[in-house]
Each structure stands twice: as structure tokens, then as C-alpha cells.
T-cell receptor
Framework: GAVVSQHPSWVICKSGTSVKIECRSL??????MFWYRQFPKQSLMLMAT?????????EQGVEKDKFLINHASLTLSTLTVTSAHPEDSSFYIC?????????????FGSGTQLSVL | AQSVAQPEDQVNVAEGNPLTVKCTYS??????LFWYVQYPNRGLQFLLK??????LVKGSYGFEAEFNKSQTSFHLKKPSALVSDSALYFC????????????FGTGTRLQVFP
């Protein structure tokens, strides 16, 4: 089945630094990828929709200058948390749709736990 | 706007007993509904979906869900629970009016006791 690879799984960084998270579709092309954020014991909140070759669409309340998304190819989207602060500590999950099969089945990465000290 | 609701934060069930995790939906038009499972510090895994067709949908790991239009529900069920089923379960609806993004419920933690 389709696989989405997300790296790194864990990252600890100092406040003020930037962190990049990668999301790759390994055996399919993904025109659209989604980035979610999950706080402990809460649901996934969609942050942005990443579109290959164009600007990402951000959800209301999400700072686009802080959470930079790049979707330069059909198999890779990156989320960069710029000038990270402790309140950015969270679990980030990406997902992707197999372009050829519609969005009936969304494939998720294994997530990235970000801890900002 | 499309939404789903999971009224239970946690469901406890003894191993071997049937389990039900509830989900109700609110959509305009035909609903596209999903169930996902999340194990600790892991991403989500797809369990099953309802797009059209039979109201009873069978999915992974022995789970099934029943689409009930009159009650606007899509409850997840399993005839005999396993301890390994203990996880966080999310119901989701596809928002066809907003780039097909998935809207998730708040999640229900299933605890299966030996």
C-alpha cells in the first residue's frame, strides 16, 4: 500500500531556532499534502494544505510566516517551524492523497514530536 | 460546515466483548466518512471509509462501521475486542467544499481490559 514517510520522528531544539520536517510519498505522487498539528489528548487540527507548485493554503489562525510550507515536487512537502518557541511544541503529522485515486484514502506519516526548550 | 462529533472521550470494554465507538456527522450533501486509529506517538492508520453503497462497511483489523442516515451516525464496531485494540480512534468527514480536507472528531480513547 501507499506509504508516507515523515522525518524526523523526534526533534528537540532551542527556542529561536528553526526546524524543518519532511513529508515524502514513497510510491505515489501527491499533488496535495496536508499538515496537521495535534496537542496532547486532542484531535488533529489542520494547519495548511500544501499544493505542489503553488502556495500553501493556511487555515484561519495559522501564521504562514511562522510555519513555512514548501511543496516543490509531487513527492515531497516540507514544513519549517521558524523561530520556534516552547508553545510550538506539539505533534505534527502530514498526510497525502494518491493523486490517481482521489481522496477516499488519505495516507498519514508517522508524525514528528517537536519539543522546544 | 461539515463536522463530526465523538461524544465519548473514553470507552472501556473487557477483552472478548463487543465494542462500539460512536460518531455522528453533520454535512451538506452526501457524506464521505472515515475512521482512523492512532497508536501512541504514531501517525494515523486508516481503518475504513463510507462513500456510497452498503451501509455496513468492513475495514481493517476486524472493525466495521454502520452508516445510518436517519440518525446521522457512523459508529465503529467490533464483535470481540482485543487488548491490542486499545488506542485513540478518530472519526472524520471529507469536506468536499474545502479542497477535500478531512475534518476530524475529537477522538475517543478505547481501553480494552484483559
Amino acid at each position: 500500500g501507499a506509504v508516507v514517510s515523515q522525518h524526523p520522528s523526534w526533534v528537540i531544539c532551542k527556542s529561536g531556532t528553526s526546524v524543518k520536517i519532511e513529508c515524502r510519498s514513497l510510491d505515489f505522487q501527491a499533488t496535495t499534502m496536508f499538515w496537521y498539528r495535534q496537542f496532547p489528548k486532542q484531535s488533529l487540527m489542520l494547519m495548511a494544505t500544501s499544493n505542489e507548485g503553488s502556495k500553501a493554503t493556511y487555515e484561519q489562525g495559522v501564521e504562514k510566516d511562522k510555519f513555512l510550507i514548501n511543496h516543490a515536487s509531487l513527492t515531497l512537502s516540507t514544513l519549517t517551524v521558524t523561530s520556534a518557541h516552547p508553545e510550538d511544541s506539539s505533534f505534527y503529522i502530514c498526510s497525502a492523497t494518491d493523486t490517481g485515486k482521489g481522496n477516499e484514502k488519505l495516507f498519514f506519516g508517522s508524525g514528528t514530536q517537536l519539543s522546544v526548550l | 460546515a461539515q463536522s463530526v462529533a465523538q461524544p465519548e472521550d473514553q470507552v472501556n470494554v473487557a477483552e472478548g466483548n463487543p465494542l462500539t465507538v460512536k460518531c455522528t456527522y453533520s454535512v451538506s450533501g452526501n457524506p464521505y466518512l472515515f475512521w482512523y486509529v492512532q497508536y501512541p506517538n504514531r501517525g494515523l492508520q486508516f481503518l475504513l471509509k463510507y462513500i456510497t453503497g452498503d451501509n455496513l462497511v468492513k475495514g481493517s483489523y476486524g472493525f466495521e462501521a454502520e452508516f445510518n442516515k436517519s440518525q446521522t451516525s457512523f459508529h465503529l464496531k467490533k464483535p470481540s475486542a482485543l487488548v491490542s485494540d486499545s488506542a485513540l480512534y478518530f472519526c472524520a468527514v471529507r469536506d468536499i467544499n474545502q479542497n477535500d480536507k478531512l475534518i476530524f472528531g475529537t477522538g475517543t480513547r478505547l481501553q480494552v481490559f484483559p
